[in-house]
């Protein structure tokens, strides 16, 4: 069995956080990506139960309330949460988790592992990263070029972005995404680092 992998990535929207993801997944087929739920409706190609579980709000609270959630938080607006069993089978099947999650979240997965017993599998495979941009100016541009924002939309990521990156010291790593291929060289990196090899 591999080393395990409890990777967290966050990132101001537009980032570069989904394109360095998707490379991840491409290199190391053992990444399975946690599809999170949200109330947020679809965008552009975006298909129910692979970019997303898309669920109404009534929907998402009931499942709050079951407790069925390994953390949640409110972003722009919209509840975002990941599943408990998005997780944990794939992570006790040996698979390489990666959860791409706001601050917020990556902040609750933080206090859910460090109470773990040392030694236990979640705090060996841990490793939370921040993905950030070179500025805000490259920040608006990227999501311009991405094309599926409104433009009041864009002007409320780029806001919330000052936020989201104030908290990047929370996290073990931050990786700048300037250069597409530079900041995936560090990416790759650090996950060959932590798992000891390749998959
Ligand atoms: P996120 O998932 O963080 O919201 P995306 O991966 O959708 O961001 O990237 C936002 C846009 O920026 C996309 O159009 C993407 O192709 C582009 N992009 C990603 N990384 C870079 C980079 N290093 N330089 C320039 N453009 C980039
Ligand atoms: P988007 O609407 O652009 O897909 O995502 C907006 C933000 O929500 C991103 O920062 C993304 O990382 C975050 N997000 C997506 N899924 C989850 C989740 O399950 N939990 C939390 N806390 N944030 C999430």
Redesign the pocket.
């Known amino acids: 069995m591999p080393a395990p992998l409890f990777l967290v990535i ?2 101001p ?1 537009g980032a570069g ?1 989904s394109t360095l993801v998707g490379m991840l997944r491409r290199e190391f087929p053992l990444f399975e990506y946690s599809v ?3 109330t ?1 409706a679809p ?1 552009g190609e975006e298909k129910d139960g692979v970019a ?1 579980h898309f669920l109404s709000r009534e929907e998402f609270e009931r499942r709050v309330a079951a407790g069925d959630f390994l ?3 409110v ?2 607006g ?1 509840l ?3 599943l408990k069993s998005a997780v944990e089978g794939p992570m006790a099947a040996g698979r390489w988790m990666v ?4 601050v ?2 990556a902040a609750q997965v933080r206090s859910i592992v460090a109470r773990e017993p040392a030694g236990s599998l979640l705090s060996r495979a841990f490793l939370d990263v921040f993905v950030d941009v070179p500025s805000e100016e490259e920040l608006r541009r990227r999501l311009v070029k991405r094309g599926e924002d409104a433009p009041e939309t864009i002007e409320r990521r780029i806001a919330n972005a000052a936020g989201e990156r104030a908290r990047r010291g929370e996290f073990s790593r931050v990786v700048v995404n300037d250069d597409l291929d530079r900041a995936y060289a560090e990416l790759r990196g650090l996950v060959l680092a932590k798992t000891g090899g390749a998959s």
């Open positions: 966050a990132a929207s956080k999170s739920c949200t947020r965008r997303y953390e949640h938080a972003v722009h919209n975002y949460g990941t959860l791409d999650i706001d917020a979240g």
